[in-house]
C-alpha cells in the first residue's frame, strides 16, 4: 500500500487526508498544534483510517512516497528541502486535486486582491448557467472535498493563492484569471518579483488568460508576457492602449468583443474594484460560452461574499461593515474607500510587510478616529502618529473595539464603523474568517442590546 504523509489539520489537510485513503492510501497526517482547530475535523479522519499525529512535525521519514502539504505550509521548510532532494514527490493539497479529480476544466482566480469576490461571483454565474461549479480553495470547499463528493462537478472554480500555486506546478486551468498584484507575502516569498513570478506561472500554464488591465503592474510589467491575454478596463476599449480590452465598461454596460452583456450596476457591490472583479467573471464566462442571460442572472443574484465589505446591519443611524478578508494595505485602503466617511476604522492583527503610505493618507482622509487591535496595535499607532494622525486609541481586543466603536460613533458624527485590519488574522485568530464571524457576532449582540 503506498505510504502518504499530510502536513497540517485544517479543511485542506483533512480533505486530502480523505481522498487518499479513498484511494487507497495509508495516510499519516500531522500537526505540530497538539489541539485540532476544530472539533468536528477529528471524526471523519479516524473513521477512514488516517494516523493522526498531533503534536508533531514532518521530519521526512523515509518510505513515505508523497507528501502533501496544506496552503499555510512553507515550500522551502528544511524537511521538505530534504524530502524532496531524497526523491520523494512533495505537492501541494491543491495539486492533489488537479491529479485525482475526474478530468473537468478549471477556472483558476490569483491575484493580491480582488480574487474571492471574483472566484464567487464567477461561480455563481457559471451557476446560473446550469453547471455544477463549485467554488473552492481558498473560498468555499477545499480543493479534494470535491474529490469526496457523491457526483463530480461540471467546472472547478479556483481561488488560488500563491502559497497554493508554487505547491501545484502541474495545475493548468481551461481559464486563468489574475485581479492584482502588489506586494503581500513577502516575508515567504522574499521580493516582489519572486511573488509575481509565482502567479505568472499559472497564467502561463492556463489555455486562456485574462488579466486586469486597470492594475498598474500588470498592465506594466506582463503585457509581452502574455501576448495573446485577454485584458479588460472599467475605461473603456481604448482606456489601456497600446493594449486592446476584450471587455470593459461603455457607456454603462459590460462589453465583451463588442457586444453588450449586461448593465454594471445589475452587480450589488460598489466601488471601481467591484468592476474590475465583474469585467474578469464576466470574461471568463464569455469564453466558457454561458449565454449573456445566465450570465446576466447570475449577476443580478449575487449577493456579495462574507468578509469581504460585508454589511452587517445598522444600528442607530450607524452602518457596521465586516471587512476581515482585508489582510494587507492595499485591500483595506480599497475597503477604507468604499464606505461613506466620516468611519470609525477599526485595524490591527498580525503586521505584514509592504507599502502603507497609501492607506496612511486614506485613513487621514476619511477616519474620524482609528482603534487598534493585537500584535500591530502599537506600530501602527506610531506610524500614525509619524504622519501627523492622533485620534488613535488601542484597544487591543476586538470586543473592546466594537463597544468603544458604538459609544464614540455618534460623537463624532460617523455614519460606519467599518472593520478593515490591513493585517494577517494569527495572532488573535485560527484565520480571518474567524476573526470575521466573531465581529459580526460582536455587531449582533450589540443590536440585541438596543
Known sequence: MPQAHVIGLGKSGAAAARLLRQRGWAVVLSDRNPTPPTADLVAPLTAAGVDLQLGHGFTGEEGTDLVVLSPGVPWDLPALVAARAAGQTVIGEMELAWRLLPPRPWVGITGTNGKTTTTALTAAIFQAAGFQA???????????????????????????????????????PRIGLWTTLTPDHLQRHKTLKNYAEIKASLLHRSQLAVLNGDDPYLRQHLAQAFPLAHWTSIGGPAAI????????????????????????????????????NLLLAVTA??????????IAAGVANFPG?????????????????NDSKATNY??????????????????????????????????????????????????????????????????????????????????????????SPACASFDQYPNFEARGDHFRQLCQDLGEQQ
Request: proline fraction near 6%; aromatic fraction near 6%; hydrophobic fraction near 45%.
Open 330 to 419: 492595499d485591500a483595506a485602503e480599497v475597503g477604507l474607500r468604499s464606505v461613506a466617511s466620516p468611519v470609525i476604522l477599526i485595524a490591527g492583527g498580525e503586521p505584514k510587510q509592504g507599502d502603507d503610505g497609501s492607506w496612511l493618507e486614506c485613513i487621514q482622509e476619511r477616519a474620524a478616529t482609528v482603534l487598534l487591535i493585537g500584535q500591530a496595535a502599537p506600530q501602527f499607532a506610531e506610524r500614525l502618529a509619524r504622519v501627523g494622525y492622533s485620534a488613535v486609541e488601542q484597544v487591543e481586543t476586538l470586543d473592546r473595539a466594537v463597544s468603544r466603536a458604538r459609544h464614540l460613533a455618534p460623537s463624532l458624527g460617523a455614519q460606519v464603523v467599518l472593520f
Open 305 to 321: 461574499v462574507p468578509h469581504r465589505l460585508e454589511r452587517i446591519g445598522t444600528w442607530g443611524g450607524i452602518d457596521f461593515i
Open 134 to 172: 463549485p467554488a473552492c480553495g481558498n473560498i468555499g470547499y477545499a480543493a479534494c472535498e470535491l474529490g469526496l463528493a457523491e457526483t463530480s462537478p461540471d467546472w472547478v472554480v479556483a481561488e488560488l493563492s500563491s502559497y497554493q500555486i508554487e505547491a501545484a506546478p502541474s495545475l493548468s
Open 241 to 276: 492602449a497600446p493594449l486592446q480590452p476584450t471587455t470593459y465598461l461603455e457607456e454603462g454596460w459590460v462589453t465583451f468583443r463588442g457586444e453588450a452583456i449586461l448593465p454594471a450596476s445589475d452587480l450589488a457591490m460598489g466601488g471601481e474594484h467591484n468592476q474590475q
Open 285 to 294: 464566462a464569455c469564453l466558457a460560452g454561458i449565454d449573456r442571460r445566465a
